[in-house]
């Protein structure tokens, strides 16, 4: 059997007559950019998060941009966030020109540690860009309070937490503003490059909008250097068809995630994502994250829980590379993994001027050695999932 990691064929077997007259309604029309479609989606995705102001963009790493822009954020600012998330959270950061200041994460939910928060301020310190990593929320409510008592802004990157849900508010719609992202392995994805930017500020929102449209308040005057950085009437279209079937997708991705959980309960190595979920307290399991424990506990894992065959390749594998291994030994099942993230953005090259080293953020950088991220969509199957769980049972067992 061959399982994805992620798949749009069955989701296209749905939808798909939909999807192709939405799109060639668009290109019929004549009018690619802006228009009907991109109003409609702007409302509609406004009314789904509970905010005021939805605007469309290029990206998920443009709306971040944007978005620290809008907040007049630049050279010689310091924006706290996580090491552990894809490399646009920071490096939206630095193409503003202010500097991201990494904070460690919290091992049990790998999201930012928020009681280290208060050490990483300084005189320079703007705002807090906080990561809603694998659709997993971010307690919204301590780091508010914590931002409010400081004087800071703050910035969610959603990117993969659409449907995401702190004590009863959609991720996005709590901090100054919200970043998302339409890539289209999100939980609500386009049919290429999409982002937005949600407020319920006003001012924020027509900074935003200007800034897309290359700095223009109004056709040819341009009062600030902006981007050309706007959603595509096709990719809106293509989200228009899509988001009435969100609420049913994110539900799937739960049971899916449940489902993991009581399979791979007790599974020797494998410590499983939290799963508190209460209807205050959403995760939208945009990826299921399993951690294959390596260095961090090998000795009490070779001597207790494995075979002797095992215990022979274990003992001979460098750190990180027990994951490697169950990766490789997955794939040449047919079961589709992938590791986000193998290296954190602290030590990836392009931050080599800071000189961060090695061990400056332990739990961030024993986790990316450990974490395997395995087939989740809301069209997997029973079938499917079980043979996932029994490919790593065997493997391990």
């Known amino acids: 059997m061959h399982v994805p990691l992620f798949s749009l064929d069955k989701q296209l077997s749905e939808i798909g007559q939909e999807l192709d007259a939405a799109v060639l309604k668009i290109l019929q029309s004549g009018k ?3 228009g009907l479609e991109v109003n409609a989606f702007e409302k509609s995705f406004a009314e789904c998060l509970h905010v005021k102001h939805v605007i469309g ?3 998920g790493t443009d709306a971040l941009m944007l978005a620290l822009r809008a907040l007049d954020i ?3 600012d310091e924006v706290i966030t996580s090491s552990f998330s894809f490399f646009a959270t920071a490096e939206a950061i630095s193409n503003v020109g202010a500097k991201p200041i990494f904070v460690d994460i919290d091992p049990e939910n790998y999201l930012l540690d928020l009681n280290l928060l208060k050490e990483a301020i300084t005189s320079s310190t703007k705002a807090i860009l906080p990561v809603h990593l694998f659709g997993s929320p971010i307690d919204m409510t301590k780091l508010l309070s914590f931002a409010k008592e400081n004087g800071l802004k703050v910035i969610e990157d959603c990117a993969q937490a659409v449907g995401s849900v702190w004590e009863g508010q959609p991720v996005g719609s709590i901090g100054d503003i919200g970043c998302f992202s339409f890539f289209p392995t999100k939980n609500l994805g386009a049919a290429g490059d999409g982002g937005a930017v949600a407020t319920n500020d006003v001012e924020l929102a027509n900074r935003v909008r200007e800034l897309a449209i290359h700095g223009m308040p109004k056709r040819y005057l341009h009062t600030d250097f902006g981007y050309n950085s706007r959603l595509d009437a096709i990719q809106a279209a293509i989200l228009n068809v899509k988001l009435p079937s969100l609420p049913k997708w994110i539900k799937k991705r739960q049971q899916i995630a449940e489902r993991y959980c009581h399979l791979l309960e007790d599974l020797p190595g494998i410590q499983l994502p939290l799963t508190i979920q209460k209807d ?5 399991w945009n990826q299921f994250v399993i951690r294959f424990t ?6 009490e894992i070779v001597a207790n829980r494995f075979n ?4 022979e390749i274990y003992n001979n594998l460098p750190d990180s590379s027990a994951r490697d291994w169950l990766q490789d030994s997955l794939q040449k099942l047919g079961v589709g993994t992938i590791i986000y993230y193998p290296i954190p953005i602290h030590l990836q090259p392009a931050y080599k001027k800071y000189n961060y080293e090695v061990n400056s953020l332990p739990n961030t950088e024993n986790i990316c050695s450990e974490v395997l991220s395995l087939p989740i969509f809301p069209e997997l199957n ?6 996932v769980v029994n490919s790593i049972k065997n493997l391990l067992e």
Do not use: A, H, R, T
Not at 280 to 284: A, C, G, L, T, V
Not at 382 to 387: C, G, I, K, M, S
């Open 382 to 387: 029973l079938e499917e999932q079980e043979y």
């Open 294 to 299: 390596s260095c961090s506990k090998k000795e």
């Open 280 to 284: 205050e307290n959403i995760n939208s």
């Open 32 to 34: 690619y950019i802006g």
């Open 74 to 76: 630049g050279p010689g």
């Open 57 to 59: 963009c290029n990206s």
């Open 308 to 311: 002797d065959k095992f215990k």
